[in-house]
């Protein structure tokens, strides 16, 4: 079992930044997925940065090169900088882990509570 714990989100105001956080908890399971998607309201989630056990990043092409994902693997914790954030950024954003239990092998997948970034205009 894995917990997700979140933080970091907030209001700013457009052309903020923001950063958000998310550690992992658990035992006997190795993580190797480590992702940042987003729920704005009426619309479906939405990846928006990705990165692998090798912490090679993918992101969307509505967030690159304003946002950067890492991950600090000794401390099984995600960041995500966001910069030049627009209105459109909006949305409730949930940390996702993905990995194998070390016991069955078996993949699971884990998602954070969300935490909630709002950008005015």
């Known amino acids: 079992q894995v917990q997700l714990v979140e933080s970091g989100g907030g209001l700013v105001q457009a052309g903020g930044s923001l950063r958000l956080t998310c550690a992992a908890t658990?035992?006997?399971?190795?993580?190797?997925?480590m992702d940042w998607y987003r729920q704005a309201p009426g619309k479906q989630r939405e990846l928006v940065a990705s990165?692998?056990?090798?912490?090679?990043?993918n992101y969307a092409d509505s967030v690159k090169g304003r946002f950067t994902i890492s991950r600090d693997n000794a401390k099984n914790t995600v960041f995500l900088q966001m910069n030049s954030l627009k209105p459109e950024d909006t949305a409730a954003y949930y940390c996702?882990?993905?990995?194998?239990?070390?016991?069955?092998?078996?993949?699971?997948?884990?998602w954070g509570q969300g935490t909630q970034v709002t950008v005015s205009s």
């Open positions: 990165t692998d056990s090798g912490g090679n990043p």
């Open positions: 658990g035992r006997r399971f190795t993580i190797s997925a």
């Open positions: 996702h882990v993905g990995g194998r239990s070390i016991v069955t092998f078996r993949w699971a997948d884990y």
